[in-house]
């Protein structure tokens, strides 16, 4: 089998990147984006095809790993995009909760945003190449560091960031919003880029 990672998603495969996202992710995004067939509408529609690196085995997509910056995200949307989906009244109180969790991007941090590898391709170091590749473009930008966050149930991926040389930089504890996201705290973790 042969593995790539590029730089941006095919056109082909973005029904396939919203599948993995929302595995990855729909545990945390459930009672917000759901139901599972309207979240994935939503996901297709709002990719940014140029904020992400992929890992494509032998043409199937295997891993991905989105980015901010100011010209956008991976995956963001507009309250445009979630009356689509969701219609008025379910855009409304979806635009409020999903304006947490967030961070804005600054001159000095790059923010890597939704690292996701299939079940069957864990474990081969899929999600390693994937972060490499998001601060190895980190670095081509100019920026300093790399951060992002990670939810306190999700101790596999903190427990990765670490080995890649990524550490905690501060813990923000979510109140009553833990009910909708189902954890208590986000990480977030910051890697230092060098030339």
């Not at 590898?117 to 999600?127: C, H, T």
């Amino acid at each position: 089998m042969t593995l790539a990672v590029q730089h941006g998603l095919p056109g082909h495969q973005r029904r396939a990147a919203a599948e993995l996202y929302w595995q990855a992710f729909g545990g945390k995004l459930g009672r917000v984006l759901g139901p599972d067939q309207a979240a994935l509408t939503y996901l297709e529609r709002v990719m940014q095809q140029d904020h992400v690196f992929v890992a494509l085995e032998d043409g199937h997509l295997v891993g991905l790993a989105g980015y901010k910056t100011a010209g956008g995200s991976f995956v963001g949307g507009t309250a445009d995009d979630l009356r689509a989906v969701y219609g008025r009244a379910g855009a409304m109180w979806r635009g409020v909760l999903l304006r947490f969790p967030g961070h804005d991007v600054g001159e000095a941090r790059f923010l890597m945003d939704g690292v996701c590898v299939a079940y069957g391709a864990r474990g081969r170091g899929i999600g390693s190449r994937l972060v490499e590749a998001v601060c190895a473009e980190a670095r081509r930008r100019g920026h300093a560091e790399v951060c992002l966050d990670v939810i306190d149930t999700n101790w596999r991926a903190k427990a990765l960031y670490e080995r890649l040389g990524f550490s905690a930089a501060g813990e923000d504890r979510i109140g009553p919003l833990r009910h909708v996201y189902g954890f208590h705290s986000v990480t977030t973790m910051v890697r230092r880029i060098t030339s």
